[in-house]
């Protein structure tokens, strides 16, 4: 049950449970003295009054000195879970009901995401949890536009897809709307002046070529003697790709970049004007 106040024009909001039947609460009454700090307190504390909505009165407020815990890490079967539950971090109902039926994926695709992960070095395994490299945190950090970051966006695809199995909605409508999405993203980011890169991580799951040796430096730029100029290599079209070494260089309108672009290849050298 969750609860929204005003105190002194300020909103608050209290969630927890509201007991409609006391049960055994109503014989075993807790003591407060010796369970100060056991999970029935704990469990009693989330226990909220029974409110009337648009009711007022006195309150006297309490402050209790806690501490927060950090959430678990993920492993692949609760990161599974999330996604398949992922309407729960959706503030807006509407979108959270649309997300229940679906949330990210569909069971036969949910797994293949998380390879991908892998895949592209955005994800690593410790021990038997999942943690974020330092190349998928810099790549949440480097995506300014939060809607793609979020899973509303799949609440708002998932709303317009049940709307249009009503024919409530246009499929074409849809799909003009998700072109002019697009083409807005990619226009903002070619505006931006900030250039935006992300550094591939050596891990043990990318190719045996892209991860160092013991005693190697795991950069992709070798340090020059002192005095002496490092040599300039010279960029072609056609030529293996100096970060992934499996794609080509393509030559495009202001920059160079990889053919592995969509497999997660993040190499780009802008012309120098």
Known sequence: ??????????????????????????????????????????????????????????????????????????????????????????????????????????????????????????????????????TGVELIGVIKEELLKSAELTGQWENKLRRIEHHDYSAQQFIAELKQMVCELVDTVLRDANPRRVTASASAELPARLTAKKGESTTATATAPPNEKPKRKVIRAGSPCPQCGEGKVLKGKTAYGCSRWKEGCTWRKPFKK
């Open 1 to 134: 049950t969750t609860v929204d106040g005003e105190a002194a024009d300020v909103p608050f909001r209290a969630t927890g449970k509201v007991i409609l039947d006391e049960g055994w609460r109503a014989v075993f009454r807790r003591d407060p003295a010796k369970d100060e700090n056991t999970p029935q307190r704990a469990d009693e504390e989330r226990t909220l009054p029974d409110f009337t909505k648009g009711e007022s009165g006195p309150h006297t407020p309490t402050l209790t000195a806690k501490e927060t815990t950090p959430p678990k890490p993920f492993t692949e079967a609760t990161l599974l879970r999330a996604m398949e539950t992922a309407g729960r971090t959706v503030d807006d109902e509407e979108l959270r009901d649309a997300l229940k039926e679906n949330g990210i994926g569909r069971p036969s695709t949910r797994a293949a995401i998380i390879q991908t992960l892998f895949r592209r070095g955005y994800i690593r395994r410790r021990n038997k949890s999942l943690e974020a490299t330092p």
